[in-house]
Protein backbone atom coordinates (compact mmCIF):
# COMPACT_ATOMS: atom_id res chain seq x y z
CA UNK A 1 0.00 0.00 0.00
CA UNK A 2 1.37 3.15 -0.42
CA UNK A 3 0.48 6.81 0.80
CA UNK A 4 1.38 9.68 -2.15
CA UNK A 5 2.90 7.26 -4.49
CA UNK A 6 5.25 5.44 -1.82
CA UNK A 7 5.50 1.96 -1.50
CA UNK A 8 5.84 0.08 1.45
CA UNK A 9 9.81 -0.84 1.41
CA UNK A 10 10.12 -4.96 0.85
CA UNK A 11 13.15 -7.12 2.50
CA UNK A 12 15.19 -9.20 1.06
CA UNK A 13 13.45 -12.13 2.47
CA UNK A 14 11.63 -14.66 0.12
CA UNK A 15 7.57 -14.35 0.91
CA UNK A 16 5.59 -16.61 2.98
CA UNK A 17 2.02 -17.61 2.23
CA UNK A 18 2.12 -20.51 4.22
CA UNK A 19 1.64 -20.90 8.38
CA UNK A 20 4.61 -21.97 10.38
CA UNK A 21 3.58 -21.83 13.79
CA UNK A 22 -0.25 -24.15 15.34
CA UNK A 23 -0.91 -20.61 17.09
CA UNK A 24 -0.74 -18.30 14.23
CA UNK A 25 -4.44 -19.10 12.76
CA UNK A 26 -5.88 -19.17 16.55
CA UNK A 27 -4.10 -15.64 16.93
CA UNK A 28 -5.53 -14.46 14.13
CA UNK A 29 -9.33 -15.43 14.84
CA UNK A 30 -8.75 -14.28 18.85
CA UNK A 31 -7.11 -11.00 17.16
CA UNK A 32 -10.24 -9.99 15.59
CA UNK A 33 -12.58 -10.79 17.51
CA UNK A 34 -10.94 -8.33 19.99
CA UNK A 35 -11.37 -5.65 17.38
CA UNK A 36 -14.68 -6.20 17.34
CA UNK A 37 -15.59 -6.32 21.06
CA UNK A 38 -13.67 -3.60 21.84
CA UNK A 39 -15.52 -1.63 18.94
CA UNK A 40 -18.01 -0.97 22.25
CA UNK A 41 -15.67 1.02 24.26
CA UNK A 42 -15.04 3.70 22.01
CA UNK A 43 -18.64 4.76 22.03
CA UNK A 44 -18.27 4.55 26.16
CA UNK A 45 -15.48 6.85 26.16
CA UNK A 46 -16.31 10.74 27.45
CA UNK A 47 -13.34 12.27 25.32
CA UNK A 48 -12.93 13.09 21.73
CA UNK A 49 -12.04 10.16 18.94
CA UNK A 50 -8.47 11.49 18.77
CA UNK A 51 -8.14 11.45 22.11
CA UNK A 52 -10.06 7.77 23.00
CA UNK A 53 -7.33 6.39 19.49
CA UNK A 54 -4.37 8.20 21.40
CA UNK A 55 -5.56 7.17 24.98
CA UNK A 56 -6.03 3.47 23.35
CA UNK A 57 -2.29 2.91 22.03
CA UNK A 58 -0.66 4.96 24.99
CA UNK A 59 -2.02 2.62 28.00
CA UNK A 60 -1.26 -0.01 25.85
CA UNK A 61 2.28 0.70 25.57
CA UNK A 62 3.69 -0.89 29.03
CA UNK A 63 1.96 -4.27 28.34
CA UNK A 64 3.39 -4.53 25.04
CA UNK A 65 6.98 -3.42 26.07
CA UNK A 66 7.06 -6.42 28.75
CA UNK A 67 6.14 -8.64 25.63
CA UNK A 68 9.27 -7.07 23.62
CA UNK A 69 11.54 -7.01 26.12
CA UNK A 70 10.77 -11.36 27.19
CA UNK A 71 10.90 -11.57 23.54
CA UNK A 72 13.94 -9.88 21.82
CA UNK A 73 15.45 -7.56 24.68
CA UNK A 74 16.51 -3.97 24.05
CA UNK A 75 18.58 -4.40 21.07
CA UNK A 76 15.79 -5.95 19.15
CA UNK A 77 13.62 -3.25 20.08
CA UNK A 78 16.62 -0.97 19.12
CA UNK A 79 16.36 -2.50 15.85
CA UNK A 80 12.81 -2.40 14.93
CA UNK A 81 12.59 2.00 15.23
CA UNK A 82 15.29 1.43 12.76
CA UNK A 83 13.32 -0.34 10.34
CA UNK A 84 11.03 2.07 7.58
CA UNK A 85 8.79 -0.73 7.58
CA UNK A 86 7.68 -0.90 11.40
CA UNK A 87 7.59 2.85 11.28
CA UNK A 88 5.42 3.02 8.52
CA UNK A 89 2.85 0.67 10.09
CA UNK A 90 2.71 2.90 13.29
CA UNK A 91 2.01 5.50 10.42
CA UNK A 92 -0.31 3.79 8.53
CA UNK A 93 -2.25 2.73 11.83
CA UNK A 94 -2.10 6.29 13.34
CA UNK A 95 -4.39 6.93 10.27
CA UNK A 96 -6.39 4.15 10.32
CA UNK A 97 -7.39 5.05 14.03
CA UNK A 98 -8.28 8.67 13.17
CA UNK A 99 -10.14 7.89 10.52
CA UNK A 100 -11.89 4.59 12.19
CA UNK A 101 -12.69 6.60 15.50
CA UNK A 102 -14.31 9.71 13.78
CA UNK A 103 -16.61 7.10 11.62
CA UNK A 104 -17.71 5.68 14.71
CA UNK A 105 -18.80 8.99 16.25
CA UNK A 106 -20.58 10.72 12.61
CA UNK A 107 -22.06 7.78 11.14
CA UNK A 108 -23.50 4.30 12.13
CA UNK A 109 -21.65 1.36 13.44
CA UNK A 110 -23.06 -0.79 10.60
CA UNK A 111 -21.75 1.85 8.30
CA UNK A 112 -18.83 2.42 10.26
CA UNK A 113 -17.74 -1.44 10.26
CA UNK A 114 -18.89 -2.19 6.87
CA UNK A 115 -16.80 0.44 5.12
CA UNK A 116 -13.54 -0.62 7.22
CA UNK A 117 -14.09 -4.04 6.23
CA UNK A 118 -13.14 -3.61 2.42
CA UNK A 119 -9.09 -3.52 3.78
CA UNK A 120 -9.12 -7.11 2.53
CA UNK A 121 -9.58 -5.66 -0.88
CA UNK A 122 -6.68 -3.25 -0.51
CA UNK A 123 -4.65 -5.74 0.68
CA UNK A 124 -4.86 -7.97 -1.56
CA UNK A 125 -4.05 -6.03 -4.74
CA UNK A 126 -1.04 -4.66 -2.51
CA UNK A 127 0.32 -8.09 -1.58
CA UNK A 128 1.14 -8.33 -5.45
CA UNK A 129 2.02 -4.85 -6.37
CA UNK A 130 3.89 -3.85 -3.11
CA UNK A 131 5.42 -6.43 -1.17
CA UNK A 132 6.18 -9.07 -3.22
CA UNK A 133 3.55 -11.84 -2.25
CA UNK A 134 1.56 -13.68 -4.99
CA UNK A 135 -2.01 -13.88 -4.30
CA UNK A 136 -3.38 -17.15 -4.51
CA UNK A 137 -6.71 -17.83 -6.51
CA UNK A 138 -8.49 -19.57 -3.57
CA UNK A 139 -7.55 -16.26 -1.68
CA UNK A 140 -9.26 -13.96 -4.22
CA UNK A 141 -12.32 -16.70 -3.79
CA UNK A 142 -12.48 -16.41 -0.56
CA UNK A 143 -12.75 -12.49 -0.42
CA UNK A 144 -15.48 -12.32 -2.39
CA UNK A 145 -17.24 -14.94 -0.23
CA UNK A 146 -16.18 -12.53 2.33
CA UNK A 147 -17.36 -9.69 0.73
CA UNK A 148 -20.73 -11.05 0.16
CA UNK A 149 -20.95 -12.25 4.05
CA UNK A 150 -20.25 -9.17 5.42
CA UNK A 151 -22.50 -7.27 2.90
CA UNK A 152 -25.84 -9.47 4.03
CA UNK A 153 -23.97 -9.52 8.02
CA UNK A 154 -24.65 -5.74 8.03
CA UNK A 155 -26.87 -5.05 4.81
CA UNK A 156 -29.83 -4.48 6.98
CA UNK A 157 -28.65 -2.29 9.59
CA UNK A 158 -26.84 -0.16 6.30
CA UNK A 159 -27.97 3.57 6.09
CA UNK A 160 -27.24 5.61 2.87
CA UNK A 161 -28.10 9.36 4.18
CA UNK A 162 -26.86 12.63 3.45
CA UNK A 163 -26.07 13.69 7.00
CA UNK A 164 -23.46 10.81 7.77
CA UNK A 165 -21.76 10.70 3.88
CA UNK A 166 -18.83 12.53 5.78
CA UNK A 167 -18.71 9.38 8.14
CA UNK A 168 -18.97 7.01 5.44
CA UNK A 169 -16.27 8.20 3.89
CA UNK A 170 -14.12 8.32 6.67
CA UNK A 171 -14.87 4.18 6.65
CA UNK A 172 -13.43 3.94 3.35
CA UNK A 173 -10.23 5.94 4.51
CA UNK A 174 -10.32 3.91 7.48
CA UNK A 175 -9.75 0.62 4.60
CA UNK A 176 -6.99 2.24 2.92
CA UNK A 177 -4.74 3.22 5.89
CA UNK A 178 -6.01 -0.17 7.76
CA UNK A 179 -5.07 -2.14 4.60
CA UNK A 180 -1.65 -0.50 4.18
CA UNK A 181 -0.73 -1.34 7.67
CA UNK A 182 -1.10 -5.10 7.27
CA UNK A 183 1.39 -4.73 4.30
CA UNK A 184 3.77 -3.00 6.08
CA UNK A 185 3.32 -5.08 9.56
CA UNK A 186 3.98 -8.50 7.01
CA UNK A 187 6.88 -6.67 5.24
CA UNK A 188 8.59 -5.95 9.59
CA UNK A 189 7.62 -9.21 10.40
CA UNK A 190 10.16 -10.72 7.95
CA UNK A 191 13.08 -9.56 10.00
CA UNK A 192 11.63 -8.11 13.60
CA UNK A 193 9.64 -10.19 16.35
CA UNK A 194 6.39 -9.54 17.07
CA UNK A 195 6.23 -7.79 20.12
CA UNK A 196 9.31 -5.25 19.25
CA UNK A 197 7.10 -4.53 16.04
CA UNK A 198 4.38 -4.02 17.52
CA UNK A 199 6.04 -1.68 20.27
CA UNK A 200 8.06 0.40 18.10
CA UNK A 201 5.36 0.56 16.09
CA UNK A 202 3.03 1.49 18.63
CA UNK A 203 4.95 4.60 19.96
CA UNK A 204 5.18 5.51 16.09
CA UNK A 205 1.42 5.48 16.36
CA UNK A 206 0.96 7.18 19.82
CA UNK A 207 3.09 10.25 18.78
CA UNK A 208 1.20 11.16 15.94
CA UNK A 209 -2.16 10.44 17.88
CA UNK A 210 -0.95 12.76 20.53
CA UNK A 211 -0.30 15.52 18.26
CA UNK A 212 -3.25 15.41 16.17
CA UNK A 213 -5.65 14.79 19.49
CA UNK A 214 -3.82 18.06 21.02
CA UNK A 215 -4.19 20.20 17.62
CA UNK A 216 -7.94 19.32 17.25
CA UNK A 217 -9.66 18.70 20.66
CA UNK A 218 -9.29 20.85 24.01
CA UNK A 219 -9.86 17.83 26.44
CA UNK A 220 -7.56 14.97 26.41
CA UNK A 221 -8.58 13.60 29.82
CA UNK A 222 -11.51 11.46 30.45
CA UNK A 223 -14.28 13.42 32.77
CA UNK A 224 -15.02 10.41 34.48
CA UNK A 225 -14.03 6.87 36.40
CA UNK A 226 -16.61 4.86 33.60
CA UNK A 227 -14.79 6.67 31.04
CA UNK A 228 -11.09 6.29 32.28
CA UNK A 229 -12.47 2.46 32.57
CA UNK A 230 -13.78 2.50 28.69
CA UNK A 231 -10.16 3.57 27.72
CA UNK A 232 -8.36 0.79 29.48
CA UNK A 233 -10.82 -1.61 28.04
CA UNK A 234 -9.58 -0.17 24.80
CA UNK A 235 -6.09 -0.57 25.39
CA UNK A 236 -6.65 -3.63 26.64
CA UNK A 237 -8.64 -5.35 24.24
CA UNK A 238 -8.21 -3.52 21.25
CA UNK A 239 -4.36 -2.73 21.12
CA UNK A 240 -2.80 -4.87 22.99
CA UNK A 241 -4.52 -8.17 22.41
CA UNK A 242 -6.09 -7.17 19.20
CA UNK A 243 -3.09 -5.83 17.51
CA UNK A 244 -0.81 -7.79 19.57
CA UNK A 245 -2.02 -11.02 18.07
CA UNK A 246 -2.15 -9.61 14.92
CA UNK A 247 1.35 -9.03 14.82
CA UNK A 248 2.62 -11.82 15.97
CA UNK A 249 0.04 -14.28 13.13
CA UNK A 250 1.54 -11.63 10.18
CA UNK A 251 4.88 -13.27 10.74
CA UNK A 252 3.49 -16.91 10.00
CA UNK A 253 0.02 -15.89 7.85
CA UNK A 254 0.49 -14.08 4.33
CA UNK A 255 -1.08 -10.29 4.38
CA UNK A 256 -4.17 -11.33 2.08
CA UNK A 257 -5.36 -14.04 4.15
CA UNK A 258 -4.87 -12.76 7.54
CA UNK A 259 -6.94 -10.02 6.20
CA UNK A 260 -9.84 -11.94 5.06
CA UNK A 261 -10.16 -13.14 8.86
CA UNK A 262 -10.40 -9.70 10.09
CA UNK A 263 -14.13 -10.00 8.59
CA UNK A 264 -14.77 -12.05 11.67
CA UNK A 265 -14.32 -8.35 13.24
CA UNK A 266 -17.57 -7.46 11.79
CA UNK A 267 -19.25 -10.96 13.25
CA UNK A 268 -18.02 -10.11 16.85
CA UNK A 269 -18.97 -6.80 16.42
CA UNK A 270 -22.66 -8.12 15.37
CA UNK A 271 -23.03 -10.23 18.57
CA UNK A 272 -21.90 -7.77 20.35
CA UNK A 273 -24.60 -5.15 19.30
CA UNK A 274 -26.75 -8.39 20.39
CA UNK A 275 -25.88 -9.27 23.59
CA UNK A 276 -25.12 -5.63 24.72
CA UNK A 277 -27.51 -3.31 22.65
CA UNK A 278 -29.87 -5.80 22.56
CA UNK A 279 -29.98 -5.71 18.59
CA UNK A 280 -31.75 -8.93 17.72
CA UNK A 281 -30.01 -10.87 15.23
CA UNK A 282 -32.21 -11.86 11.34
CA UNK A 283 -31.47 -14.70 9.38
CA UNK A 284 -29.54 -12.70 7.06
CA UNK A 285 -27.32 -11.60 9.61
CA UNK A 286 -26.93 -15.33 10.21
CA UNK A 287 -26.19 -16.55 6.90
CA UNK A 288 -23.62 -13.21 6.53
CA UNK A 289 -21.36 -15.06 9.40
CA UNK A 290 -22.09 -18.00 8.24
CA UNK A 291 -20.35 -16.99 4.85
CA UNK A 292 -17.66 -15.14 5.98
CA UNK A 293 -16.42 -18.28 7.89
CA UNK A 294 -16.86 -20.38 4.69
CA UNK A 295 -14.89 -17.76 3.03
CA UNK A 296 -12.13 -17.74 5.89
CA UNK A 297 -12.19 -21.55 5.51
CA UNK A 298 -11.76 -21.38 1.51
CA UNK A 299 -9.04 -19.18 1.21
CA UNK A 300 -6.88 -21.01 4.00
CA UNK A 301 -3.31 -21.78 3.73
CA UNK A 302 -2.25 -24.78 1.90
CA UNK A 303 0.93 -24.97 2.60
CA UNK A 304 3.25 -24.65 5.68
CA UNK A 305 6.61 -22.61 5.93
CA UNK A 306 8.76 -21.96 8.71
CA UNK A 307 8.59 -17.93 9.80
CA UNK A 308 10.06 -16.51 12.90
CA UNK A 309 8.04 -15.73 16.47
Known sequence: ???????????????RTGTGHPLALPALVLGAAALGVSTIFVRLTDVGPFASAFWRVALALPLILVWALREGGAGSIAAAFRS???????????GDLIFWHLSLTTTTIANATFLATMAPIWVVLGSWLFIGEPVERHVVVGLFVCLAGAALLIGGSWQLAPERLAGDLYGIVTSLFFGGYFLSVRVARRRHGSGPTAFAGCVATATV??????????????????????????????????QGLLAFALGHVSAAFSSLVIFLEAVAAALVAWMVFDERLTLDQGLGGLMILVGIVAARPRSAAVTRS
Open 84 to 94: PAVLLAGLFFA
Open 1 to 15: MTTEGTAVPTADVPP
Open 209 to 242: LLVAAAIAEPVLLPATVAGAAALVGLAVLGQAAG
